[in-house]
């Protein structure tokens, strides 16, 4: 059988024009500079004694959009350098050089001022949100409006060659341990530390800083109610009494809700539990989850263990019958049980609603996954404080893409696409851009599956009024 008869008079050459690869990426750019995060960018980046050829804060927002785009390295700018130029879609783009210059330009305090810029952006955002912020969704409900739910959770990223601080880890791995903290509402990655490896998992100060760091991104209207989760990994005297402290806060509600770990005390408490306390866990439908109770045991405890712990908390346990092959702890296995804890200040609600609620971090893992495929998966120089810059800059390209979904994608059928098949269904759509009546049109193939979708993203980016 022939089966080549498709490549029959098939020629290659490299001599294309007026073609545009990736074009679906010009939208992000496109967002960037509508929202004003390109102008505030370049505030936050200017240095009085010296104006370069390429804004910094331009080449930071290119940063962004590659890594959004699917780039991994600093040379992947090359790829929006090839719709930059004159006749191109994008205009000027950096060089990978200059990228590099702007990278190692990140100081702290720029960082800090690029943090500023972040959160006034962010202000403008949701406050332009069709149908405002979303709502975090618990077995199959929402929260109450207003509530905006702030996900802490650290990951591995491998280092596959020496770098500046990375180190042995816990998962006897060689890299890094960065520490990050994303809004459940809209899937913004709002901050983040890079550390070395052998950083602990519970160190309360890194907590403490990002968690900081993350509420000063909150636009100052949306912080009157806060939910903030983390594990049992996060789960600390420092960590939980900062928490309750935040409570202080004129007109701020704070609630957390933390993993903890079964201690002996623990332990003993569980044991005191009559059986007619454990009523069913519920999914993350809000069904009744076969194999799965819950129940209270902050009164079980030993009063002195509570006297340590900030006031009004509360200790919830869940239990369920293990998957074959799980491996469990002595005290597991004598009653065939698997155990979890953990602790909120939250004094209304059923039980199980709480620890559904508190069940739904684990959505991180997917925000950390997307990260992962957008940039933090892989670190590109040696150095350590360009690193750093470089993970700022896969924080704002996780914004952009969050922002493309909420204003962009609503409602359409790339709405809940994940970054490997946006960027496969949009961000790398090809198109030929032609010029007609001092006009440049970005011609976006009448057979792309997703043509529809794509035209309604560009048209409505562009409808975003410009900042004042």
């Known amino acids: 059988m ?90 000027a783009v950096a060089s990978p050089a200059t990228v590099w ?49 702030l996900d802490v959770d650290a990951t591995i990223v491998v280092a596959h060659s020496e770098k500046e601080q990375a ?8 890299g890094y341990h960065p520490l990050g903290v994303w809004c459940d509402n809209t899937e913004e990655f709002l901050t983040a530390m890079l550390r070395t490896g052998k950083a602990g998992s519970n160190t309360a100060a890194d907590h403490v800083a990002v968690l900081a760091d993350a509420i000063a991104q909150v636009p100052g209207t949306h912080r009157k109610h806060l939910l903030i989760r983390c594990d049992g990994a996060g789960a600390s005297h420092e960590l939980v009494a900062w928490l309750q402290d935040q409570n202080q806060v004129r007109g701020r509600r704070v609630e957390y809700s933390v993993g903890f770990a079964i201690t002996e005390h623990i332990r003993t408490a569980i044991n005191l539990v009559p059986k007619k306390a454990w009523v069913p866990a519920i999914d993350a439908d809000g069904e009744v989850r076969a194999g799965g109770d819950v129940t209270e045991i902050t009164g079980l405890l030993d009063p002195d263990l509570l006297a340590k712990w ?45 620890e559904a609620r508190h069940r739904a971090h684990a959505r991180v893992e997917d925000r950390i996954r997307h990260a992962k495929d957008t940039g933090l998966g892989r670190f590109p120089s040696r150095e350590f404080a360009i690193n750093a810059a470089w993970l700022l800059a896969v924080q704002i390209a996780a914004d952009l893409i969050a922002w493309l979904r909420l204003i962009g994608l609503n409602q359409t059928g790339l709405a809940s696409a994940e970054p490997k098949a946006l960027r496969y269904r949009l961000l790398h759509v090809p198109a030929r851009l032609t010029r007609s009546s001092r006009r440049r049109h970005l011609r976006i193939p009448a057979t792309w599956p997703w043509v529809a979708d794509v035209v309604k993203v560009f048209a409505r980016i562009a409808a975003i009024p410009q900042p004042a």
Do not use: C
């Open 2 to 91: 022939k089966h080549r008869g498709w490549s029959t008079g098939l020629v290659v050459t490299g001599d294309g024009s007026g073609v545009a690869a990736h074009a679906g990426s010009a939208a992000v750019r496109l967002l960037a500079d509508k929202v004003g995060l390109t102008e505030d960018l370049s505030r936050a980046l200017t240095r009085r004694s010296k104006t370069p050829r390429h804004d910094r804060g331009g080449v930071l927002r290119d940063v962004a959009v590659m890594i959004a785009d699917g780039g991994e390295a600093i040379s992947d700018i090359d790829v929006l350098r090839h719709q930059g130029g004159p006749q191109g879609v994008l205009g």
């Open 310 to 354: 900030p006031a009004g908390m509360r200790v919830i346990v869940r239990r369920e019958r293990p998957h074959p092959g799980a491996q469990l702890s002595l005290f597991e296995e004598a009653d065939g049980w698997r155990y979890q804890a953990f602790v909120t200040n939250t004094d209304r609600g059923q039980l199980a609603f709480l």
């Open 101 to 149: 210059r702007m990278l190692d330009e990140v100081s702290p305090g720029r960082m800090k001022k690029i943090a500023t810029a972040r959160a006034r952006t962010r202000r403008r955002v949701w406050a332009g949100l069709p149908g405002g912020l979303p709502r975090s969704r618990v077995a199959g409900k929402q929260l109450d409006a207003g509530v905006v739910v």
């Open 167 to 174: 180190a042995p880890t816990f998962k006897k791995t060689f």
